[in-house]
Every structure is written in structure tokens, then in C-alpha cells.
T-cell receptor, first 118, second 109 residues
Framework: ETGVTQTPRHLVMGMTNKKSLKCEQHLGHNAMYWYKQSAKKPLELMFVYNFKEQTENNSVPSRFSPECPNSSHLFLHLHTLQPEDSALYLC?????????????????FGAGSRLTVL | GQNIDQPTEMTATEGAIVQINCTYQTSGFNGLFWYQQHAGEAPTFLSYNVLDGLEEKGRFSSFLSRSKGYSYLLLKELQMKDSASYLCAVLAGNTPLVFGKGTRLSVIA
């Protein structure tokens, strides 16, 4: 267990469905992130939250909607997705969003949610 | 923007040494990270370099040359369990970590 828990681990959905991915961290971190990992592509940053406030939206389509009710929980709400959205969605947390030095910037990742859109 | 380049795949023999290179182009460099990711698992932190030189941690070492925009991860005494993807990531300016595509390492007997 990495300290960052993601559910569900696997999700299959149709293009008209609405579903949500959940992330929970037990590390006392203040920053949380959503990354998308597709085959043969680098990890793509989607959203960043720092102290529950969204600080980055990396030009993500509105069919992905994040929610951060508190510093320990992060959701990604999904609706009317496309087949090309099929990927591994990784949640991560860090002590602070940006600060000098190693400790504050080390990202701790969850194991990911494997999404398949039919 | 940032450009991070690393080989797509490498193969090495159990017990050998392998070096995985990473080159980057960025402004406002604040540090370089290496992560290990086994198939189906979370990426895990391996090393962080912000100053030039070699950082050693057991069988793994990481090197950085800021003037050349170059880093490598050195794995010694390779074991089968080292088969994984190795991700190079750069912290620069005011942006969160940007990752390369990763290098898939296969360790064979």
C-alpha cells in the first residue's frame, strides 16, 4: 500500500455513462494531482489542487471534472467520454505543490484506475 | 515548454550493469527525478538530483550534468525484479513535474 489509494482499479464505461474515480491519501499532504498515462506517451498532468484549491487545469476537456472536497480526497468525474480517453488515470500527492528541496516535491502515486471507454 | 528524451526500451542481463540516459531542454531548472514503475503498479520515487554529480543509493545511482541537460540512472547487479519502466521527470519554473515517455527495461537471465 503506497499511502495513496485509488478506486476503482478497473472501470469499463460506455460513452454516455457518468462515473467517478476516487483518490484518497493518508500522508497528510496538501497537494493532489491527476495524471493520465497512455501507451507510448509520457505521463500527462491534468489537474493540480493545493490546499483544496485548483491551481492547474492543463487544457483538459470539460468531460473530465475534478473535485477536491478536502486535502485528503480527490475525485475525477467522467461523462460523455470518448474511446481515446481510455488510459490509466494516476492520482498523486505531495507535501506541497511547489517548494525547494526533495521532500516537499516528491510525488507519491496511487496504483491508478484503468479506464476503458467503449 | 520542456522536452525530455529517453530511450523507449532496453534489455540487460541479470547481474550486469545498465545505464538509462535522459536528456532534457528546459528553463528555470529546479531538479530531476527518476521513478520506477512496475507493470500495473504505481510509479515509485527512486532519486532526485538538483546539483551536478552522482547520487548513490545502494544498487541505484543517478547522475546529473546541468550544463549538458543530461542525466542517467545506473543500475548495478541487475535482478529480475528490476524489470520495469523508468521515468525521468524534470521540475522547472513554476510548473509541476513533467515526465518523459519512460524506458522499459527488460532483465533477462
Amino acid at each position: 500500500e503506497t499511502g495513496v489509494t485509488q478506486t476503482p482499479r478497473h472501470l469499463v464505461m460506455g460513452m454516455t455513462n457518468k462515473k467517478s474515480l476516487k483518490c484518497e491519501q493518508h500522508l497528510g499532504h496538501n497537494a493532489m494531482y491527476w495524471y493520465k498515462q497512455s501507451a507510448k506517451k509520457p505521463l500527462e498532468l491534468m489537474f493540480v489542487y493545493n490546499f483544496k484549491e485548483q491551481t492547474e487545469n492543463n487544457s483538459v476537456p470539460s468531460r473530465f471534472s475534478p473535485e477536491c472536497p478536502n486535502s485528503s480526497h480527490l475525485f475525477l468525474h467522467l461523462h460523455t467520454l470518448q474511446p481515446e480517453d481510455s488510459a490509466l488515470y494516476l492520482c498523486a500527492s505531495s507535501q506541497e505543490r511547489l517548494a525547494g528541496g526533495t521532500g516537499a516535491n516528491v510525488l507519491t502515486f496511487g496504483a491508478g484506475s484503468r479506464l476503458t471507454v467503449l | 515548454g520542456q522536452n525530455i528524451d529517453q530511450p523507449t526500451e532496453m534489455t540487460a542481463t541479470e547481474g550486469a550493469i545498465v545505464q538509462i540516459n535522459c536528456t532534457y531542454q528546459t528553463s528555470g531548472f529546479n531538479g530531476l527525478f527518476w521513478y520506477q514503475q512496475h507493470a500495473g503498479e504505481a510509479p515509485t520515487f527512486l532519486s532526485y538530483n538538483v546539483l551536478d554529480g552522482l547520487e548513490e543509493k545502494g544498487r541505484f545511482s543517478s547522475f546529473l550534468s546541468r550544463s549538458k541537460g543530461y542525466s542517467y540512472l545506473l543500475l548495478k547487479e541487475l535482478q529480475m525484479k528490476d524489470s520495469a519502466s523508468y521515468l525521468c521527470a524534470v521540475l522547472a519554473g513554476n510548473t509541476p513535474l513533467v515526465f518523459g515517455k519512460g524506458t522499459r527495461l527488460s532483465v533477462i537471465a
